[in-house]
């Protein structure tokens, strides 16, 4: 290995990866050079590599782009202009480097910036690398009991949080039901157990992926019934609502009705099913990304005066609110790293994350792939 070995996985086109060489990055005065320790499989990566976008994002004919986002590392080199950080410090690294000049910047809502450069969208490549270059102030030190593994997951985990807490406002002793049992839903439930949640309810159609849920944060799981034959999906929501709500107990008003419902899954029936479990009142955050156009039946949000948002991403302050509760014991990570890959396995580790199991039948909940040269047990 030498300083100019900048090994990367790349995406040259929909289904078609490879690993070359590219340029080590400069670095401003303002930034580190980070040497990629952990990074972890996300949805959207598999969205790329398959489609070759996500709604407006796309990988342009003839472009290519290095993957991955969920990462960790060692600070190799900094700027001339950083003072609080040194060669050798484990950060975790929160992949989107925004303007910090716009109105949505000034508001605090960097999120929203119209000129985010976020790893691994298009046309910005990821850190699937060795080196990757980021503004010091979005490179958080890792407490010293906090693995790099833990690092890489910071970034799911600011979803989680941003997504229940920002934007859901979830208190003490509120009751909280997820759809989609994937890492972000399951990162939902533990940001809400963390909170004092009185209630987690966990809903999916796999019943490994309830088990695990249930195992981990939740306090009730609930798998859908399935589509019966020519069952529009309206119907089929009031369905599935109602039996939700007869099987675990849930009103639509009072001390049994359901706070706040995260969709993380993005399925359309999950999302008509959540607008209707929810109270009188309540509030729906639709983080999981799906098909862009899907029916809701507006009566019903108009009639519970309901509050629904839209989550994308993290802002200031969900990645140290992470840090803390991952090193305060309240959030474990551990559990969710199901998987893990050396670099040159990266296709191994994207197939068996797209597979949703690896040969030997195991579920994956988060896979994390090893910077070049780093063994996976060093986690």
Not at 9 to 17: E, G, R, S, Y
Request: net charge neutral; hydrophobic share 40%; charged share 20%.
């Amino acid at each position: 290995m030498s300083f100019s070995d900048n090994t990367s996985f790349v995406l040259k086109k929909i289904q078609h990866t490879h690993f070359e060489q590219r340029p080590v990055p400069e670095i401003s005065a303002h930034d580190v050079l980070v040497e990629v320790k952990k990074t972890g499989i996300c949805g959207s990566d598999i969205h790329y590599l398959v489609h070759g976008r996500i709604g407006d994002y796309i990988l342009e004919p003839g472009s290519d782009m290095v993957l991955g986002h969920e990462s960790s590392g060692v600070v190799f080199k900094v700027g001339s202009s950083v003072t609080h950080l040194k060669p050798g410090d484990r950060v975790a690294i929160e992949p989107g480097a925004t303007c910090g000049k716009c109105d949505v910047c000034k508001e605090g809502r960097y999120q929203l910036c119209p000129d985010v450069k976020f790893a691994a969208t298009p046309p910005y490549d990821g850190t699937l690398t060795r080196y990757y270059a980021v503004p010091s102030d979005l490179a958080y030190p890792l407490p010293s009991h906090l693995t790099l593994e833990d690092g890489a997951m910071m970034e799911p985990l600011s979803v989680a949080v941003h997504a229940v807490l920002r934007l859901g406002g979830f208190k003490a002793n509120q009751s909280i039901a997820v759809f989609g049992c994937g890492p972000v839903g399951i990162l939902c439930m533990a940001v809400a157990k963390a909170l004092g949640a009185s209630r987690i309810i966990a809903v999916d159609i796999v019943s490994g992926r309830l088990e695990f849920a249930r195992s981990y944060a939740a306090t009730d799981i609930y798998q859908p019934p399935p589509l019966t034959e020519n069952e529009n999906r309206i119907t089929y929501s009031k369905r599935s609502a109602a039996a939700l709500g007869q099987q675990l107990g849930i009103a639509e008003r009072g001390p049994t009705a359901i706070d706040l419902v995260v969709d993380a899954s993005g399925a359309e029936v999950s999302i008509q099913t959540g607008v209707r479990i929810v109270k009188y009142g309540g509030t729906y955050v639709q983080v999981g990304m799906g098909t862009s156009d899907i029916t809701i039946d507006m009566s019903v949000v108009l009639v519970k005066e309901l509050v629904i948002k839209g989550s994308f991403r993290y802002g200031p302050g969900d990645y140290p609110l992470a840090i803390a509760l991952t090193a305060q014991g309240k959030i474990d990570l551990k559990p969710l790293v199901s998987h893990r890959f050396p670099f040159e396995s990266a296709n191994l580790a994207f197939q068996t994350t797209r597979d949703g199991k690896s040969d030997d039948g195991k579920g994956v909940i988060k896979a994390i792939i090893s910077g070049p040269g780093v063994d996976v047990n060093n986690v």
